[in-house]
């Protein structure tokens, strides 16, 4: 099962993308020859949260995540978040279509 959050599981698909968009976030660290402590000075968070957002942590606020990429120069990335909503686009189609 997925993680406990809130006292919910979280779905196994969404819990795996948290825990890659972890690792994607400590690769980014690495590639540009930071410290967690570099990271978390730019952020204005502890190492500890910073070890929480690397391991996909559910309970960490999206501003937090927002801050470590804003840290990281991949604040834009953000703005790709919900970007393609395929479904949504199908849907409002279909209701155009009905018209």
């Given at each position: ?22 690792e ?5 660290q690495?590639?540009?020859?930071l ?33 470590v ?31």
């Amino acid at each position: 099962m997925g993680k406990q959050t809130f006292g919910k599981i979280m779905p196994r698909a969404l819990s795996q993308a948290m825990q890659l968009m972890g690792e994607q976030i400590m690769l980014a660290q690495k590639r540009r020859h930071l410290s967690m402590q570099d990271i978390a000075e730019r952020a204005t968070v502890t190492r500890l949260t910073i070890s929480k957002v690397e391991h996909g942590d559910p309970t960490v606020s999206m501003g937090i995540y927002a801050r470590v990429l804003y840290a990281l120069n991949l604040e834009k990335d953000i703005t790709l978040l919900a970007a393609d909503d395929a479904l949504g686009r199908q849907l409002q189609d279909a209701e155009l279509l009905k018209r």
